[in-house]
């Protein structure tokens, strides 16, 4: 059992990273769940409402976010969820996630 989850931590990062966040596919469907579980407080199209415009988050923002903050409740989405969902917020502004992207990897450089 203890080694099941070791291997579920380990493999989930690997994973991760053969998503497409460019596939029409995933974008489309993460636009359904966004609309379902997130356009109430973040807004069409994700400019923001009752919650801050999110356009262009990134996966890590995503399931950072999606954990609880101060202000926002957790929201349980299913596996494949959360990468649709920031598939599609990365769509909507592709220069921010890009830059995002650019400055996480950078700090993971940094840290390692
Ligand atoms: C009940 C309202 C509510 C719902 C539903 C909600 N959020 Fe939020 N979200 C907020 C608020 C308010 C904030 C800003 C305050 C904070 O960061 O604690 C926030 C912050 C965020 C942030 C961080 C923004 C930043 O400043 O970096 C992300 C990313 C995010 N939400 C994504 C999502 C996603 C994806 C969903 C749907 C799966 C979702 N949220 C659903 C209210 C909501």
Request: glycine letters at 8%; a negative charge.
């Amino acid at each position: 059992m203890k080694y099941a989850l070791i291997f579920t931590l380990l493999s989930t990062p690997a994973l991760a990273q053969e998503v497409d966040f460019t596939d029409p596919a995933l974008i489309g469907f993460g636009e359904e769940v966004f609309t379902d579980f997130c356009m109430a407080c973040h807004g069409e199209e994700a400019l923001g409402g009752n919650g801050p415009d999110i356009q262009g988050a990134i996966l890590s923002d995503v399931t950072q976010a999606i954990r609880g903050t101060d202000q926002m409740d957790p929201v349980e989405l299913y596996e494949g969820e959360p990468e649709a969902v920031a598939a599609y917020l990365m769509s909507l502004a592709p220069k921010v996630a890009e830059i995002k992207l650019r400055l996480l990897a950078e700090r993971q450089q940094g840290s390692k």
